[in-house]
């Protein structure tokens, strides 16, 4: 079957990509990583139709809860050639996977791809230690500023 890519399941691919350069790449890390390259956070059905692509199509692989690329993968994202930001990798990704806005969407479900065990409840879970991470990170940041 020939899997139809969108922009969010790139956006997705390149965030693992990102979270697993400090690994283990756990949910929460490729949320952090999605928000830091695309301002939004994925929503529950992003990721089940993102993640069930992905490893489908052998781009990334699920160890129990810790995702990483595969080998296919890291050669579609890394280009040895020359250094690029996470935002010109991600359209040079989509272009190549010719991925359209065709059935994306942030609340889009798509039968053909489930991936059950990235349910509603373990998203929540996962944003909620995001924005906990992120919050802890922000405060140390201001008091090393108030140091300086």
């Known amino acids: ?21 400090r690994p283990p ?10 928000d830091s390259i695309n301002k939004a956070v994925f929503t529950p059905q992003e990721l089940r139709r993102g993640l069930s ?12 809860g810790i995702y990483s690329l595969t080998d296919e ?11 690029e930001g996470w935002m010109t990798i991600r359209h040079r990704i989509e272009k190549r996977l010719a991925a359209t806005a065709d059935g994306d969407g942030p ?14 409840d373990a998203v929540a879970k996962a944003v909620k230690e995001y924005h ?4 802890k990170l922000l405060a140390e940041l201001k008091a ?5």
């Not at 906990?132 to 919050?135: I, N, V």
């Open 1 to 21: 079957m020939l899997i139809p890519f969108t922009p969010s399941d790139v956006w997705l691919l390149v965030s693992i990509a990102l979270a697993e350069t």
């Open 25 to 34: 790449a756990r949910l929460t890390d490729i949320i952090f990583a999605g």
């Open 53 to 64: 692509k992905l490893t489908q199509a052998g781009y990334v692989r699920d160890a129990g």
């Open 73 to 83: 993968g890291r050669a579609l994202v890394h280009n040895p050639r020359r250094s």
């Open 107 to 120: 609340r889009v479900e798509d039968a053909r791809f489930p991936y059950p065990s990235v349910t509603d």
């Open 132 to 135: 906990r991470k992120f919050a």
């Open 144 to 148: 090393r500023d108030r140091k300086d």
